[in-house]
Structures are given as C-alpha cells and as structure tokens.
C-alpha cells in the first residue's frame, strides 16, 4: 500500500497477459479502505479493470513516468 497526499493505493502484480478481477482484489479495496488499486503486469495497455481498479504495464511504473501510479 502506498500514501500520497492523503491517499490510499494498493499495488498487485501479476504475472498474466490480461489480469481480471479476483475476489482479494474486492477484500483489499474494503479492508484496507483503498482509494485505488493499481494492477501492474507485463503486458503492455494501460485499462480499467473496475471502478477504482486500474491495470498497468509494469514498464509504464518503471520507465520513468513519475505519476504513473497516481492518475
């Protein structure tokens, strides 16, 4: 889990070509009162997953762009 700005976001990785949706996924947005969760992967298009949920490319997080994680 990271904080920015009063925040919360809630970083998985996976490892899969297209993450879906998993039932801890659900479990941390409401436990850890998340505002956000962010799923990076190795593939490569950036899409919303559901309403607070958000799939990245894991080179996006890396290759230098700053806010990635929090747009």
């Known amino acids: 889990m990271l904080f920015k700005h009063g925040r919360r976001v809630g970083v998985e990785c996976k ?9 801890s996924m659900r ?11 962010v799923v990076a992967y190795s593939g490569h298009r950036r899409y ?4 607070r949920v958000d799939v990245i490319p ?3 997080l890396i290759g230098g ?4 994680v929090w747009k």
């Open 15 to 23: 490892c899969m070509d297209a993450p879906i949706m998993t039932p």
């Open 27 to 37: 479990i941390a947005l409401n436990d850890l009162r998340l505002d956000r969760l």
């Open 48 to 51: 919303a997953l559901a309403d």
């Open 58 to 60: 894991l080179v996006e």
């Open 65 to 68: 762009e700053e806010d990635a």
